[in-house]
RNA sequence: GCGAGAGUGGCGGAACUUGGUAGACGCGCUGGACUUAGGAUCCAGUCCCUCACGGGGUAGGGGUUCGAGUCCCCUCUCUCGCACCA
């Protein structure tokens, strides 16, 4: 009697044997290739893993165990990015200590890992939170304090009233809080800031140098948004007849000579300054109405329609002493550029808008044809020739751009410059859980850095750790921490109170897993120098302008630094796509429509959950969970399970029949193997299930004849058995032993193809007349063109179509097709 | 508006790298076998029209070619990201 295929059994009885065999302990053998291989750091969170989570993680767990079977060395860890906002905010919903919740969540998730049975070497495992950990994260920030990247300033900040914290810009994207989409309000704060602008041009440039999706790259892209064109200098005269420098940015100077009024933002300051007795009022009240707008009204996409107020005040054009009115309007933002413009309606839709709407004069500067014509019904925002320009018009506008900035920077108004939309890197957080800014204070010595050697600045056990009204970190309340002597006077300081944004941690951690245990530096330069850069990185889009920027400008910032010898951080790049629920939505606990690990390989194993996890679509694309389909690779593995079973019963297999059938049987095994490793390279799993499948369809085809197969069928079985292994670790193992294997089968070597297998003596070629398949031809391979044709015009078919007429035209691809045109 | 990507059976998707049998593989469905039973297993079928011969078919329209899901042009639709960035 023949055992079932009892998947609970096996899992129970490899686990720990795996376990107790370092199955996956991290090799690293001198002269075999080196494969570092890292899924996203994840915040544990308390509701736990998801069927979806799987699709990231099985796929590259299923690349690691190839690549292992191939004699890579690699480096499979896994993490948590257990400090910062989102744990902090589940432990004070949970009201328990974020260092409680936070070992609880990650346990729980390791947990669930294990039921997938990821191959992670969990002797690396590494926690943010762990002062071993951030005390490297403070060591970062005082590299970059001394290297000048760090600095303190006073902004209007984005501020998220429900979590109360402060939040980055690209934290704020879209004017809502990331984490709760609270609508963010602006708040005036003394702020810590990485100067990752003055890395915008290094972050667009390394893009061209990783393999990442498109659409990522875009989005950095436009994330840094550079543009480049020309401040120009225009002149205020306030009311008391005091001159005032009202810089403009613009991209298109060649239009300067059609401005024919300026817009500042409500926020700017030349508003106080310039506006007229006349106007004050009418101003007030539109600044007023303004600010108060949440930004996502401001920008309201439905609602384009320019409104502003004059000021009263006139600005000189520097180009012709012309002086034009100067309004304040909120289509102008505060925050890019200067936050004040040159309007030249004729040539930008926004100025033409504005303009038609408070009758301002349009004045055509850019014609197709150097030929003015008047009367736009539109703007026309195209290159061309300038026209009404003084001494530039005729010129084209690419060559009248450089001539006038070198104008204006020859008479001192104004220079060709580069603006980015990217702004620094807001990093310090009003909260507890987070590594602490290792600067103290002083009264005398101002910010003083904390010096390394009393790294790290703990992190004190705060019971009352929630955020207050005040707007100040939590740690502010512990007297005792924050009063400190100033490591440069000696005399009384006090701490910074504010901690890191959490994606300051997660902006080095892959270089840390090199080496999790090293107490000299961040990482072992010996382990870093095998292991880095990160060859394959995985995880969602989500964080494509955070932490995937953040990273690369830290990683820049360590190589100029001289720390490391590459300054892109991960070659390549994956996102996978998002599983959604079985109704075809976003699977949340709201919605109750979140399937667990847990249930799925309780009820169909590890092995199924995994298989099918590969299957269910494109590694890329976005798919709803369906579990009649795990039930289907269900079925399929017990199906391989019954044959292997079987074919392991009949006992040793007899000599090798060197007949037709057991050539077919090879082919079709060479076939499988190299299908299935060139997909599994291209990321492409779930076509490698289909041949897997496949060919256990072929091979129930030929069940009953199997003895008769010699041993080629034992050869096929095994290659099968072998071919799984990587994707159901499981069923593989226990099989391989039912085989009177020796050994894991993990630790076996991957299937090679042989080309010759791949050969096939006949061929089957497709006939087409005129171009449609009329019929199809066994002919022996690498048969002549004359002989297939022949043969072809005996078809009756084929000898209908072509009315008993020699072909006018014959196209003939070797082995494939043969088409053939009647004249 | 800008950028990225996608439109193929009842469903998820193959084939797109290299133009050459469209619909692999799985789900679902239909019929049959075995069975006390079966949400177990096995076998057969399953793009549409047609009794058949045959014809049509990859969002729509044009084009290149002996031959187009695949290449080129135009249009439409959808998803994602950014969005008054001067």
Request: net charge negative.
């Amino acid at each position: 009697m023949s055992p079932r295929y009892d998947f609970a059994a096996m899992e129970a009885k490899w686990r720990p044997r795996w376990r107790e065999a370092g199955l996956y302990s991290t090799p690293c053998e001198p002269d075999r290739p080196k494969l570092y291989c890292l899924d996203f750091f994840p915040y544990p969170s308390g509701s736990g893993l998801s069927v979806g989570h799987g699709k990231n993680y099985v796929p590259t767990d299923v690349v690691c165990r190839k690549r292992r079977l191939e004699g890579y060395n690699v480096l499979h860890p896994m993490g948590w990015d257990a400090f910062g906002q989102p744990a902090e905010e589940y432990a004070i919903r949970v009201h328990q200590h974020p260092a409680v919740t936070t070992a609880r969540n990650a346990a729980n998730y390791r947990r669930q890992m294990d039921v997938f049975e990821l191959s992670y070497d969990w002797s690396r495992e590494v926690f943010s939170s762990d002062p071993a950990y951030y005390r490297w994260t403070q060591w970062f920030f005082l590299l970059l304090f001394k290297r000048g990247l760090a600095y303190q300033d006073v902004h209007p900040q984005w501020w998220c009233p429900r979590c109360r914290i402060v939040l980055s810009n690209e934290q704020a994207s879209s004017g809502q809080c990331w984490r709760c989409e609270t609508e963010l309000t602006r708040k005036q704060l003394k702020q810590w800031y990485f100067k990752i602008t003055g890395y915008a041009d290094r972050l667009l440039e390394g893009l061209d140098r990783v393999v990442w999706p498109e659409g990522i790259k875009a989005m950095q892209r436009n994330w840094i948004g550079k543009s480049e064109g020309a401040r120009i200098v225009f002149t205020v005269v306030d009311v008391h007849g005091r001159q005032h420098d009202l810089p403009v940015f613009t991209t298109r100077i060649d239009t300067i000579y059609g401005a024919t009024f300026c817009v500042v933002a409500p926020e700017h300051p030349v508003v106080e300054i310039a506006t007229t007795a006349d106007q004050d009022a009418a101003v007030r009240s539109y600044v007023a109405q303004a600010v108060k707008k949440t930004d996502t009204e401001r920008k309201a996409a439905d609602d384009r329609e320019k409104t502003g107020v004059f000021t009263g005040a006139y600005a000189i054009n520097p180009f012709n002493q012309e002086g034009i009115p100067l309004f304040v309007a909120d289509y102008v933002l505060p925050d890019y550029g200067t936050g004040a413009i040159m309007a030249v309606p004729a040539h930008d839709r926004r100025d033409f808008a504005f303009a038609r709407r408070y009758t301002l004069p349009i004045r055509e500067v850019i014609s197709p044809d150097g030929v003015v014509h008047g009367d736009l019904d539109h703007a026309s925002e195209e290159p061309g020739v300038l026209v009404n320009s003084g001494p530039f018009s005729g010129l084209e506008s690419h060559e009248a751009m450089q001539r006038m900035g070198v104008y204006a920077e020859h008479e001192g108004f104004g220079c060709l410059t580069t603006d980015y939309r990217i702004h620094d890197w807001l990093i310090s957080r009003q909260r507890y859980w987070g590594a602490p800014i290792p600067i103290v204070h002083c009264p005398s010595c101002g910010a003083v850095p904390v010096p390394e050697e009393q790294l790290p600045v703990h992190l004190p056990d705060l019971v009352d750790f929630e955020p207050d009204e005040s707007g100040r970190s939590p740690l502010a309340r512990c007297e005792e921490w924050v009063r400190t002597p100033c490591p440069s006077c000696g005399g009384p300081a006090a701490r910074e109170t504010d901690t890191m944004d959490g994606f300051a941690c997660s902006s080095w951690y892959f270089l840390r897993f090199a080496s999790p245990g090293y107490s000299e530096g961040p990482v072992d330069p010996e382990a870093l120098a095998y292991w880095l850069p990160v060859d394959l990185y995985v995880g969602g889009a989500e964080h494509a302008v955070m932490h995937l920027l953040y990273a690369r400008f830290w990683t820049k910032v360590m190589y100029d630094a001289g720390l490391v010898d590459f300054d892109e951080p991960f070659t390549v790049l994956k996102n996978q796509g998002m599983m959604l629920g079985e109704d075809g939505r976003k699977m949340s606990k709201s919605l109750g429509n979140v399937v667990t690990p847990d249930q799925m390989a309780q009820r169909y194993g590890a092995d199924a959950l995994r298989l099918f996890l590969l299957f269910i679509g494109p590694f890329e694309t976005d798919v709803a969970w369906q579990e009649s389909g795990i039930a289907g690779v269900h079925r399929f593995l017990k199906r391989v399970w019954s044959l292997v079973v079987e074919s392991a019963d009949d006992g040793v297999p007899g000599p090798e029949p060197y007949d037709e059938h057991a050539r077919d049987l090879a082919y079709h095994v060479h076939k499988t193997i190299r299908k299935v490793s060139l997909d599994i390279d291209n990321f492409e799993f779930n076509t490698a299930v289909a041949a897997l499948m496949e060919f256990l369809n072929y091979l129930y085809s030929l069940r009953e004849r199997r003895t008769a197969l010699g041993s080629t069928w034992g050869f096929a079985i095994e290659s099968l058995v072998r071919l799984l292994s990587p994707m159901t670790p499981f069923i593989s193992e226990e099989l391989w032993e039912y085989m009177g294997r020796s050994g894991s089968v993990h630790r076996q070597a991957w299937p090679k193809w042989d080309e010759d297998a791949l050969v096939r003596a006949m061929t089957l070629v497709m006939v087409q007349v005129n171009g449609k398949i009329r019929d199809k031809l066994q002919v022996p391979a690498g048969a002549s063109q004359e002989e297939v044709v022949a043969q072809a015009l005996l078809l009756p078919t084929v000898a209908r179509y072509m009315g008993g007429a020699l072909p006018a035209r014959v196209v003939y691809v070797q082995d494939r097709l043969l088409s053939l045109v009647s004249a």
